[in-house]
């Protein structure tokens, strides 16, 4: 539905996006994950048509955004981070222009509208002015007129951004409700988010696909690979500087436990891609030290994407 | 064309919903008043007559100057402070109909407001027998000298996302186009007839006295045109930035 191949984009001479390529297909949930200036707000411009790549090539639902970009919009429902309205407009008026413009029928706008404004629960707005509603609520009527037109392919920069957790909550049920008709692209900085809408991620940093994945792949392909729990019976202090004799360990930090004196809790940190479960068994068993536990630690989201974000 | 029509009728419901329209409106309607009541002259026996239709719209071409920027500055400015801009160029509409429809809103605004003034008219007809076709060549020249101005306040607008900035570069423009004659009074040779031609003004003398000529007309068409052109430029150079 939307594939991206080697696409660069310079401002001016700084390269916010460099030789990104992916492909979503039909009916997909993808996150894009980054710290604040990774270029996902620039991606999704590219996208939307807003502005063309500086080199590579860009379709949406196979139609070129540039040569054939007036196609491609018209299959774009997109909300931009800094939520456009027109201030001096009614909800339903807004809607109901902004549906228009993407291209909808004068004879069934109404329903078209009325059945928007059901979704995103507006109904007690409809005839306000959009200047008199908390931010929730705009954020509310932002989606609605990324939805109107029931596009293809549904892009949303920063969706839950600046509004208050509740609302958060909620608009994030309501993006969950929609993901299911549309090609959804979402971006955030927020984990919790993308791994609770979205199946894959693609993680961004510094204008590079620094991962592309599942969220569960994602998690296995980290997990364990990089911290291992230990309980073993022994003298903590030479057990440690034993295990720091291995190659690939990083650190290694203890705690005695405290319901049970006879061993003691070892969180162990390895380089990424290796396990060294077996080497350390060897080491405990040689030294005459008892193994009671040995085990890999999943991890977070949370600690996949600082990994990666703040290697190198 | 849909789209055309579209944007055009949203602006301007948007714009006669804002109070500013009123301010403008009625600023202007209160000076041209101001001009017909100072271009009858006291005394005579027959005080009014279709001159005095040329007394008031000669100046009214001046207002101009500050009248159209005014109605203008907000339709590009307010998009791009809005963000609504980036709806608006990511909605399957081209760009040269999202200027369009701006432009054709501005021109609805002023014909409309250029249409209260044929009460003065109405006026001059209760009081004498005005010849009525300087009088309708008059009103033809000041709507087309209308249209070159709001095509220069168009492409103010889209230059700045503030109105302010929007409406004074604008104005600054409009102060050039006009008075280029007096410069080119001031020398002579090519350098004076090419000012004089490019003068908003120049051109409209011929009118009021109930000449019209083609390249008048196609001079405030094309300068409306142009104008709209570097809008358009300015809208893809924003994309293309």
Redesign the interface.
Known sequence: MIELKNITKY?GDFPAVTNISFKIEKGEIVGLLGPNGAGKSTIM?MI?????PTNGELSVGGYDIVTQS??A??K?G?L?E????????TVYSYIE??G????LNKKNIKSKVDNVIEICKLEDYRNSLISKLSKGFRQRVGIS?AIIHDPEVLILDEPTIGIDPNQVVETRQLIKNLSGEHTLLLSSHILPEVSSICERVLIIHEGEIAASDTIKNLSSLMSGKNKIEADIIGSPQSIVTELEKINDIKSVEFSINKSSSEFSTFTIETEVNSDIRSEISKIIINNGWGLIRLQSIGMSLEDIFLQITTSE | MRNIILITSKEIKTYFASPMAYIVGGMFLGLTWLFFNTSIVPGESNPITESNVRGYLEPTTLLFIIFSPLITMRLFSEEEKLGTLELLLTSPVKDWEIVMGKYLASTVILISTLLCTFFYVILISIYSTPDFGPLLSAYLGIILYGIATLGVGVFASSLSSNQIVSAVVGIVILLLLSFLDSLGAMIDGIPSTIFNEIALNYHYGDFTKGVIDIRNIVYYLSTASVFLFFTIVILQMRRWR
Do not use: A, H
């Open positions: 401002y411009k939307t048509g807003f502005m063309p007036i196609e919009r018209r774009i997109y931009p800094t939520v456009p309205l027109y201030t001096d407009m222009y902004m228009l413009l993407r291209g007129q």
